[in-house]
């Protein structure tokens, strides 16, 4: 009897990754370098001025916070670069590589991450990602809404005219 081989194949996931206003254009390069190098594979990257009603949607659960305000008006000061990122484990793997929220607290604990590498303190802590696979579903559809809108479009109309 042939022996049959088993593949297992895990299917990817995506998540959505930010690169916060005062760290694009210093440090693109290098973080787009090290996720990368990381195994991901980019499915879209753009530069994007979020508009204050995107960035309270995004940090909504965050609007009693004392710094909430900060917050808006930082993640409003300048473009981001936002990336979809896909990968198995694509959220877990993206923020381990990010390391914890607050850059001073982790250059023990994740000397390696991106935020103590980048990050400035608590509230400019360089990169964002999606806390859940539920959350990047909607993040991404909060930012690349319009952009993938348009592609599944111009592939569609692409198909119908290459059927007509
Ligand atoms: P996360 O970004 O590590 O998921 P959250 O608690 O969701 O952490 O906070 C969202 C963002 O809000 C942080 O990345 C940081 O920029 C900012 N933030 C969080 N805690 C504080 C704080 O205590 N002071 C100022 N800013 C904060």
């Not at 290098?30 to 204050?52: P, R, T, W």
């Not at 990122?85 to 793997?93: C, G, I, M, P, T």
């Not at 539920?134 to 991404?140: F, L, M, S, W, Y």
């Amino acid at each position: 009897q042939a022996e049959q081989e088993i593949q297992v194949v895990f299917p990817p996931e995506q998540t959505l990754a930010l690169i916060k206003p005062d760290t694009v254009e210093e440090h693109k390069d290098e973080i787009l370098k090290a996720i990368q190098d990381a195994g991901f594979s980019i499915l879209h990257m753009m530069a994007v001025c979020l508009s204050q009603a995107d960035i309270e949607k995004l940090y909504r659960k965050l609007q009693d916070k004392p710094f909430f305000n900060q917050l808006v008006d930082f993640m409003c000061s300048g473009p981001c670069m936002a990336l979809i990122l896909s990968k198995f484990r694509a959220v877990h793997e993206w923020r381990a590589m990010m390391g914890p929220t607050d850059p001073c607290q982790a250059r023990e604990t994740a000397a390696e991450s991106l935020r103590v590498h980048f990050g400035k303190d608590i509230l400019h802590n360089a990169v964002h990602g999606s806390s859940s696979s539920e959350r990047a579903n909607e993040e991404i559809h909060l930012v690349f809404g319009d952009v993938c809108r348009e592609e599944n479009q111009a592939s569609l109309l692409h198909e119908a005219s290459a059927t007509a």
